[in-house]
């Protein structure tokens, strides 16, 4: 049994090795050969070439990345510019989310205390004084959902002036600020760092008030400062502790859509699947996130003419070349992003990977880009730049949404600490090695179990759900990846 994706396509992805007409033992989501292919031939899948073959293959081959040459990359001066944007569609409406209103009119899926950092010299105080807090003081305050550390590995010994630090810095402080912990943050600084708390928040800075910032140099030893951590977050966990949820529209959400550990089956099942609910989300009047340039990049002619603007489609490609370049700089490209799961799940190169990761993009015109690190305020289908790294990436997403769903083929057990992260498997064979982690499973559509559309609204209705306060399975075990934000800026 196989699985083939469009009409054009000359080989397809292996479901069940057994009882195949083919030359040799295949393994499963590994490439078939349909027909003949001759030496210098493209292999086409998704409708597209993925490579060029470097010997002839018959019919019932196996396709190995040995075999395949990876063609150049589309070139960003020559790319449709919104010459077909998708019409408006029909508003989903009547969809609604239980969550959690803040003053400055954004919307939290989770009512957290956060504790933040300035810089990373304070995250193993803060860390401490966490540990206590949940053990000691949460549970006196039963409507608080947690009180987690936002702390990260920035903030001193990097050129802080420099352009490229503008990125880590707007990322961390959209993260402090964040929906789902009020908006109103602890915040924790050591006192001589060069992130200092007016260079992060800036003009918020007085809105949050001095009680709100402290200065571990300011204090007399490590069992004062402590204290002076507890005191001031169990004050938050008083007022944080009278919130409760309220019906809010599903266009309340801004939803981070990422891949990790992909397979050669997540453009087939999980990323089509999330594309679905993507443009269930748009129709309700939602923000939905796409991101991760490196896999954008080689299906960059697919979604510049689904901009809806000239200007969109412009500051798509910008992002575009401004990574090309910035791998130049490291003497990388993007063929380095594969992995070695993501080969030995099918994925021959970046080119294939690329043309199913952009699959979570859906259908609907992209409305709006975001560079590294800004918050995301437009509605509809945005694209926010980010690397294609799990960590960094859903740290940068992080400074917008509220919600993230992560697709997986290999597997793999990343959380978030601030909002719920909602794993969607490619594969059946994962979601019942793993129960326990993978939240839903996307892998019936390759077998004809489930459809595209059935899997879609099954998602859609899940992450309402979860907004409302469902649990993810990373929750539940509390999964949290440490943040890591992006700085392309020098380190001193």
Known sequence: MYVRVHPSDNVAIVADPEGMDAREHIPQSHKITLRDLAAGEAVVRYGHAIGYLNRALPRGSWVREEFLEMPAAPPLDELPLATSPPPDPEPLTGFTFEGYRNPDGSVGTRNLLGIAATVQCVAPTIDYAVE??????????????????????????????????????RTLKHIALHANLGADPLLVSLGCEKLQPAKLLGPQLPVLGEDHVIRLQDHRGFADIVSVVMEAAEKRLAVLDRRRRASCPAADLVVGLQCGGSDAFSGVTCNPA?????????????????????????????????????????????????????????????????????????????????????????????????????????????????????????????????????????????????????????????????????????????????????TGWNLFRFLLETASGRRTWAERWGLANALSPFNPGPVT
């Open 132 to 169: 206590r807090l949940r053990r000691e003081v949460l549970p006196r305050y039963p409507n608080v959902d947690g009180v987690v550390s936002v702390t990260h590995s920035y903030g001193c010994g990097v050129a802080i002036d420099a352009p490229g630090a503008a990125v880590p810095i």
């Open 274 to 454: 999330v594309g679905f609910a993507a443009d269930l989300l748009v129709r309700a009047g939602a923000t939905v996130m796409f991101s991760e340039v490196t896999e954008v990049r080689d299906a960059i002619h697919l979604l510049t003419p689904r901009c809806a603007n000239e200007e969109v489609a412009r500051a798509l490609v910008r992002e575009m070349r401004w990574y090309d370049e910035y791998l130049a700089r490291g003497e990388a490209d993007r063929s380095a992003n594969t992995t070695p799961g993501n080969k030995r799940g099918g994925l021959a190169n970046i080119v294939e990977k690329a043309l199913g990761s952009v699959a979570k993009a859906g259908g609907s015109a992209i409305r709006a880009v975001a560079s590294h690190g800004e918050k995301v305020t437009a509605k509809g289908l945005v694209f926010a730049a980010t690397p294609a790294s799990d960590f960094i990436c859903g740290t940068q997403q992080l400074a917008s949404m509220n919600l993230h769903v992560f697709t997986t083929g290999e597997g793999s057990p990343y959380g978030l600490a601030m909002v719920p992260v909602v794993k969607v498997s490619s594969r059946t064979a994962l979601a019942e090695k793993w129960p326990d982690l993978i939240d839903l499973d996307a892998g019936r559509i390759a077998t004809g179990g489930a459809t595209i559309e059935e």
